[in-house]
């Protein structure tokens, strides 16, 4: 079922599927993967009160909330009593949900204050989601989704 409808052999994510391998927190080298052409301070602004955009693979996330059973803003689902479906075996991805440019302009990864990758589940952070609020794409957002 997976190699069918992911079109990809089954052997080579066999072991990471069926029990979960963590990779190892390693340095990122960001030289790598960016160049810097600028960099400009932000101010945090919590938007808890607000919901996330449910929509492509939020939509299904947004499914997946188990309890409470009304969520209206992202508060709702900030307590130790929410409860969320797992992922679950065999590994089936949709491949409807990916994204549709080749090289996506923004992408996101937390590191800790050695620069080592961390694990974005084990702190509570299910992924992030950039999205522009405006027309004219200027104001992109990021949003941290913590459970």
Known sequence: MFEQKNDISFEQYKKPLENWVDPPSKKIELTVL???IDTINIDFKDESDKMYPIKGARKKKFKEIIYPKKVTTMKDI??????????APPGIYDKHLQTKTKNPPYYAFL???EEKWLASHKIGIDGPIFYFSDTKRKELNLWLLLF
Not at 78 to 87: G, H, I, M, N, W
């Open 78 to 87: 900030q307590t130790d009593s929410s409860l969320f479906a797992p992922f």
């Open 111 to 113: 590191r800790d204050e």
């Open 34 to 36: 960016r160049k810097v």
